[in-house]
Antibody, heavy 118, light 106 residues
Framework: QVQLVQSGAEVKKPGASVKVSCKAS????????ISWVRQAPGQGLEWMGW????????NYAQKLQGRVTMTTDTSTSTAYMELRSLRSDDTAVYYC???????????WGQGTMVTVSS | EIVLTQSPDFQSVTPKEKVTITCRAS??????LHWYQQKPDQSPKLLIK???QSISGVPSRFSGSGSGTDFTLTINSLEAEDAAAYYC????????FGQGTKVEIK
């Protein structure tokens, strides 16, 4: 079946980086984009950006420009999201979702908890 | 940046009641508006895409309407399993979500 499986929970110190993976299966990876969405504890959803699995084009949320990089590995049908210079307010569940910047997100990963704490 | 504002923030509803959630965009987004349901400790689930298009497997009591700046998600005859947070999402310009509406069952 179509699914996205994400990597496990991470605990990082302020200033560090984190890289979350999202492995796709059950569909042609390069036919869709992957978007990333995060959710701080008890808060709503925040769109982070999108990457085309076809050509690697990206679009990032303005507030994360310069700190976030999204990549894909088409040989393993895996998308990655790296966030640098972590702060306490980056503590959140990070989701990947199938969809591009002009579409709805029809398949979601299970989420990856990233905790930033000294 | 397009801002989405949902109302209400919270709604307490009895089973079989009709629920209406609205989402207003700060500028016209055509029909590029989607709705999601998120239950506690679960990933969001797509309910409606492009304002009014139904999604396979989603109960028919969920429907969407609107275009431009004003959109509505309607849940006809609410069931206990519909207790969740509901979010609108625009894909007209980059991405963005409304702040969410929590629906509680009385």
């Amino acid at each position: 079946q179509v699914q996205l499986v994400q990597s496990g929970a991470e605990v990082k110190k302020p200033g560090a980086s984190v890289k979350v993976s999202c492995k796709a299966s059950g569909y042609t990876f390069t036919s869709y984009g992957i978007s990333w969405v995060r959710q701080a504890p008890g808060q709503g959803l925040e769109w982070m950006g999108w990457i085309s699995a076809y050509n690697g084009n990206t679009n990032y949320a303005q507030k994360l420009q310069g700190r976030v990089t999204m990549t894909t590995d088409t040989s393993t049908s895996t998308a990655y999201m790296e966030l640098r210079s972590l702060r306490s307010d980056d503590t959140a569940v990070y989701y990947c979702a199938r969809g591009h910047d002009k579409s709805a997100f029809d398949i979601w990963g299970q989420g990856t908890m990233v905790t930033v704490s000294s | 940046e397009i801002v989405l504002t949902q109302s209400p923030d919270f709604q307490s509803v009895t089973p079989k009641e009709k629920v209406t959630i609205t989402c207003r965009a700060s500028q016209s987004i055509g029909s590029s508006l989607h709705w999601y349901q998120q239950k506690p400790d679960q990933s969001p689930k797509l309910l409606i895409k492009y304002a009014s298009q139904s999604i396979s497997g989603v109960p028919s009591r969920f429907s969407g309407s609107g275009s431009g700046t004003d959109f509505t998600l309607t849940i006809n005859s609410l069931e206990a399993e519909d207790a969740a947070a509901y979010y609108c999402h625009q894909s007209s310009s980059l991405g963005g979500f409304g702040q969410g509406t929590k629906v509680e069952i009385k």
